[in-house]
């Protein structure tokens, strides 16, 4: 699949890859709805910090998740667990990262939540190596609706803002690059998840 060799290969390059429209449209709107479904019955819950998730600590991070385990995957999940896998196999063979497995949940901010600026790899857990985030918004979401992926390629240079656009997988390892979610004026949606090695 082409869109793969080109992560990959940015991957090897630069440890980090943005692409918009890796998912259609289509698809992106039927896992939207399969994340917004159980959000609506209450299935989500506040998203914690550190490891274990167990500490709750909004001004910090203000999503609410569903991890994917905690619920019985509708078919456009299934789909999309499938292109992760395929990822996962491709990453490690072009670059032996050792990827085992997938953590993921679904991330919904409401209107003005945010996720400051930090590392996904904790100091306590060291085995989470790639990140993937895949974004679920509305097609017309617009740059006034803010929500921008404030990502520093390098720590002493300029972030990019990268808009949350749906379809739009963005990719980095996991312990190397700051980032930060700004608030967004209306509620914004991802699938996020990150491969773990032993
Ligand atoms: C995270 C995260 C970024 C985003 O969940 O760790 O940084 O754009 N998410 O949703
Ligand atoms: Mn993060």
Request: proline share 7%.
């Amino acid at each position: 699949m082409e869109p793969m060799e080109n992560i990959i290969e940015s991957l090897a390059d630069y440890g980090w890859c943005v692409v918009p429209g890796f998912l259609p449209e289509a698809e992106t709107a039927a896992l939207r709805v399969e994340c917004l479904l159980p959000h609506a019955a209450g299935a989500f819950h506040a998203a914690g910090i550190g490891r274990g998730q167990a500490r709750i600590r909004s001004e910090i991070r203000g999503d609410h998740v569903l991890w994917v385990e905690e619920i019985k995957a509708g078919p456009a999940l299934r789909a999309m667990l499938e292109r992760f896998e395929t990822l996962r196999r491709e990453v490690n063979q072009a670059l032996f990262l050792g990827l085992l497995d997938l953590e993921t949940h679904f991330a919904v901010y409401p209107p003005g939540g945010g996720y400051q600026r930090h590392l996904d790899r904790f100091r306590d857990d060291d085995r989470r190596s790639l990140t993937v985030i895949l974004y679920l918004n509305e097609p017309d979401w617009s740059e006034e609706d803010g929500g921008q992926l404030r990502f520093w390629p390098d720590p002493d240079a300029a972030p990019l803002e990268i808009p949350p656009a749906g379809g739009t997988l963005v990719t980095f390892l996991s312990d190397r690059f700051w980032h930060e979610v700004l608030p967004a004026n209306r509620q914004r949606l991802s699938l996020t998840g990150w491969f773990r090695r032993r």
